[in-house]
């Protein structure tokens, strides 16, 4: 038997957990490796980064790039799930568990970057920031603190704000644009500002952490 348990595991909400308790089932049944998940889930932010880079030339594909991305969320909350029901966590896995998540945020936003509905350093900052907060978060309990997962702008917020400003974009049209800056420039833009303001927060979180023990 596994002792190995993963610690500061990112809170999720129970009908989100319920929603995976079936799948957790049967990759437990099926012998499914939590690694294999968390491949599946980068394999979906891939789907999800390509849909958008082409998304400039086919708007309609913002679609499917937001089911995409709410599966590479899914698909990253199940991994752990799977890991910690069938004794498989290890540090190996925490391992395997990050990196794929950080391939998958930058696939996302270099296709935002790259699909001719906002300008491309838009894409790249977003891209950026999205790294920093995550590195961010894992910073505390790499110094000794807890993990954090604070702020406005964590991983599933980002997704939701890309998701809104995409599907806003194909209602008003790609030509949309509010002082010189696109929708998607300007929806890159709210990730940046939220995504600085979760690194404040979780920079304070650590720093208080550390002052109490």
């Known amino acids: ?22 799948a957790v089932r049967l990759c437990v049944r099926w012998h499914v490796h939590p690694d294999a998940v ?32 709410y599966l590479r969320l899914w698909l990253n909350m199940l991994d752990g799930m799977v890991a910690v029901a069938s004794r498989k966590a290890s540090r190996r896995g925490q391992i395997l568990n990050e990196l794929p998540d950080r391939v998958s945020d930058v696939l996302i936003f270099v296709g935002v970057a790259h699909s001719g509905l906002c300008v491309v350093a838009s894409g790249y900052w977003a891209a950026m920031a999205a790294l920093l907060v995550a590195y961010v978060g894992t910073l505390g309990q790499a110094i000794g603190a807890r993990r954090q997962f604070g702020g406005v702008m964590a991983k599933p917020w980002r997704m939701v704000t890309l998701h809104v400003g995409t599907w806003t974009a194909l209602a008003l049209g790609a030509d949309a644009a509010y002082a010189g800056l696109s ?3 300007w929806t890159c833009i709210i990730i940046v500002l939220g995504c600085v303001q979760t690194v404040i927060v979780r920079l304070n979180r650590i720093v208080r952490n550390l002052r109490e023990h």
């Open 183 to 185: 929708i998607v420039d």
């Open 38 to 69: 968390s491949y599946a889930s980068a394999v979906a932010a891939a789907g999800a980064g390509a849909c958008l880079w082409r998304s400039g030339v086919h708007l309609w594909l913002v679609v499917p790039a937001a089911a995409l991305m």
């Open 1 to 22: 038997m596994n002792a190995y348990q993963p610690t500061d595991r990112r809170p999720i909400a129970s009908s989100l957990r319920r929603s995976a308790d079936a």
